[in-house]
C-alpha cells in the first residue's frame, strides 16, 4: 500500500470526528499596537506607559475586573482595557473606576445610549450642532466642535444633542492615537444668550478633563486663536482652511454604523451591583433647558473619558 493511501486509512478525516474532538478554533489575534514611534515616547513621558509592559498592566486590570467586578459586564480585550488605563496613567485603580463609571453611566442613562448609532441621530448631524475639524491642532488633537446656535428646541430635545457627542466621543476613543493626543472640545457660543452662556464658567480658560479641553469662544477670537492656529480652523472661526464642511464627518459616523449596533444596541444585562443605583446627572431630561443639561454633560465626561 502506498504512503499516500495509509495516510488516509489512519487519519480520519476532520468530518468523521465528534465535536468535542475537533481541534479549538485559533484564538483571536492579540493587541497590535499602532502608535509611531514618536507617539510611543509622548505616551512613555505623559502617560507612564511602557511599552514592555504594557501587556502586563493590561493583564493587571483584566484580573482585577474579574476579582472584584465579576459581574460586570464588559469587554476585556486588550485594546479596550487601553483605553482606560491611557486615560488614567496607568494607574490601575483609577482606571478600574473609570471602567465602572463608563458602565454605569451607559446603563443608568439608557435615554442617551440606548440605541446609539448614528443612523438614529441623522437630523443632528444634519443641524451641523457638531462635527469634527478635518486638521488636528499642532498636538496632534482631533477637534470636536460644537455649536449649539444650530439647535433649534422644537425639532428634537436636547438629549438628542448629547447622544451626538457621545457617538462622536466614542468614535474618536477607538483611535489610539486620540487616546494618546486627547481632544479638544471646541464650544461656539455666537449668537447663545449670555445667561445660557454664563452656565459654562468652567470653560472659558482652556479647561483639562481627562483626555477632553474644552475652549469657549464667542465673538472676539483672539484667545481662541491663542490656543488654536489659524490656518486649521476654517473660515468661520477666522481661519484659513477654507469653510466648514460637516459632510465629512457626518459620513464617517454613518459608515460605522455596524460598531455601533454591535456595541450599543443589543439587549443589555440589569444593572450589576457593583454598579449601585447610579443616577443620570442632576437636572437632565429631555426637557431640560440647554444650559443645565450641559453642564450636567462636563461632570458625565470627566467620569467617562
Known sequence: MSEESDSLRTSPSAASLSESELPPPPAPAGYVCSLTEDLVAKAREELQEKPEWRLRDVQALRDMVRKECPNLSTSLEDAFLLRFLRAR??????AL?????????????????????????????????????????????????LRPDRWIPSNYPITENIRAIYLTLEK????????????????????????????????????VIGILQFFLHGSDLNSLHSNLPRNILPKEYGGTAGELDITAWNAALLAS????????????????SILGQALPPEGLSSEAPCDDSMWAVKSQLYSCY
Open 89 to 94: 496613567k496607568f494607574d490601575y485603580d483609577r
Open 257 to 272: 454604523e455596524e460598531d455601533f449596533v454591535r456595541e450599543f444596541c443589543q439587549p443589555g444585562p440589569p444593572c450589576d
Open 172 to 207: 474618536l476613543i477607538q483611535s489610539e492615537e486620540t487616546q494618546v493626543n486627547g481632544i479638544v472640545i471646541l464650544a461656539d457660543y455666537k449668537g447663545v444668550s449670555l445667561s445660557k452662556a454664563s452656565h459654562f464658567g468652567p470653560f472659558i480658560a482652556k479647561k
Open 97 to 145: 473606576q473609570l471602567l465602572i463609571n463608563y458602565h454605569s453611566c451607559r446603563r443608568s442613562w439608557p435615554e442617551v445610549f440606548n440605541n446609539l448609532r448614528p443612523s438614529a441621530l441623522k437630523e443632528v448631524l444634519a443641524s451641523g450642532f457638531l462635527t469634527v475639524l478635518p486638521h488636528t491642532d499642532p498636538r496632534g488633537c482631533h477637534i470636536l466642535c
